[in-house]
T-cell receptor, first 111, second 116 residues
Framework: GQQLNQSPQSMFIQEGEDVSMNCTSS?????WLWYKQDPGEGPVLLIA?????ELTSNGRLTAQFGITRKDSFLNISASIPSDVGIYFC???????????FGKGTRLSVIA | DSGVTQTPKHLITATGQRVTLRCSPR?????VYWYQQSLDQGLQFLIQ???????AKGNILERFSAQQFPDLHSELNLSSLELGDSALYFC???????????????FGPGTRLLVL
């Protein structure tokens, strides 16, 4: 099936630092979604991207749909302790294909 | 709160048993999706229902089945359970526009299944 390569696998950062993570694929995607999952909870949608080149913000979060349509990145600015969790990228390729998820980036914030 | 509800939150059972997981989608959503999340596999799509009918199938075992009822809630039935079925099971829902398979999905809180 389709594979999304998400990196880094984990990050340890100091509170107040900016964070960047990305997702790449060998296939073209026509939708990119970024989710955050807290321990024991379901993924929560953070940002949805529908157009190549699109740059969308949600508070301190910014995500971009890559021009090649094969990648996306998520930036978190001025991290705070509640940013801790696992961030997943997900996307749809062309055709009637199910949503594909990356393996997640585990973020730890040190106060 | 996504508006998607799942019950039970936790389930402990023995190998060989059968369990039923329940999901209620967001108000107005017609599509329901089931996912399995295990430590080493990430989130794996199992099956999708749209307005009562099966729409798409992913990596769902033959021992697993699902259905969506007229009130749009859905149930995932897992039978002949094995140790490896222990995982988090998530339900998600989307608006479900006819013919649109690829819509933004909103996830429930999950059911944690432990098979002993």
């Amino acid at each position: 099936g389709q594979q999304l390569n998400q990196s880094p696998q984990s990050m340890f950062i100091q509170e107040g630092e900016d964070v960047s993570m990305n997702c790449t694929s060998s296939s073209i995607f026509n939708t990119w979604l970024w989710y955050k999952q807290d321990p024991g909870e379901g993924p929560v949608l953070l940002i949805a991207l529908y157009k190549a080149g699109e740059l969308t913000s949600n508070g301190r979060l910014t995500a971009q749909f890559g021009i090649t349509r094969k990648d996306s990145f998520l930036n978190i600015s001025a991290s705070i302790p509640s940013d801790v969790g696992i961030y997943f990228c997900a996307g749809f390729t062309s055709g009637n294909t199910p949503l594909v998820f990356g393996k997640g980036t585990r973020l730890s914030v040190i106060a | 709160d996504s508006g998607v509800t799942q019950t039970p939150k936790h389930l402990i059972t023995a190998t060989g048993q059968r369990v039923t997981l329940r999901c209620s989608p967001r108000s107005g959503d017609l599509s329901v999706y089931w996912y399995q999340q295990s430590l080493d596999q990430g989130l794996q799509f199992l099956i999708q229902y749209y307005n009562g009918e099966e729409r798409a199938k992913g990596n769902i075992l033959e021992r697993f089945s699902a259905q969506q009822f007229p009130d749009l809630h859905s149930e995932l039935n897992l039978s002949s359970l094995e140790l490896g079925d222990s995982a988090l099971y998530f339900c998600a829902s989307s608006v479900g526009t006819t013919g649109a398979y690829q819509e933004t999905q909103y996830f429930g809180p999950g059911t944690r299944l432990l098979v002993l």
